[in-house]
């Protein structure tokens, strides 16, 4: 089982940045695929980002592809959410989530076989 501890959250006015990050313990890091999830008020959970284990590959939800950008340094064990360019529509509390399996990432699925997750970081964009 993975611990993660997602920090960096806050409020901002729309337009500017914030930086994301998700801290796991418990397994080995550098084999899973790790993404970031967003819950806004009223709405289900929804797919952010997914980078894989080595980071070669990453995939966005098309509303935030060109302002997030999903990184990870694995000798530190954390993932990363660059968020530029926010919008209110961005609030929502981020989830930082790790794959079920290792050596694992899907370019068709990119949000499934998430299993292991935070509790979460408020980010609230104001107008």
């Known amino acids: 089982q993975v611990q993660l501890v997602e920090s960096g959250g806050g409020l901002v006015q729309a337009g500017a940045s914030l930086r994301l990050s998700c801290a796991a313990s418990?397994?080995?890091?550098?084999?899973?695929?790790m993404g970031w999830f967003r819950q806004a008020p009223g709405k289900e959970r929804g797919f952010v980002a997914a980078?894989?284990?080595?980071?070669?590959?990453?995939y966005y939800t098309d509303s935030v592809k060109g302002r997030f950008t999903i990184s990870r340094d694995n000798a530190k064990n954390t993932v990363y959410l660059q968020m530029n360019s926010l919008k209110p529509e961005d609030t929502a509390v981020y989830y930082c989530?790790?794959?079920?399996?290792?050596?694992?990432?899907?370019?068709?699925?990119?949000?499934?076989?998430?299993?292991?997750w935070g509790q979460g970081t408020q980010v609230t964009v104001s107008s």
């Open positions: 418990g397994r080995t890091f550098s084999s899973y695929t």
């Open positions: 989530a790790a794959r079920n399996s290792p050596f694992t990432f899907s370019a068709t699925t990119p949000s499934a076989d998430f299993g292991s």
């Open positions: 980078i894989s284990w080595s980071g070669s590959r990453i």
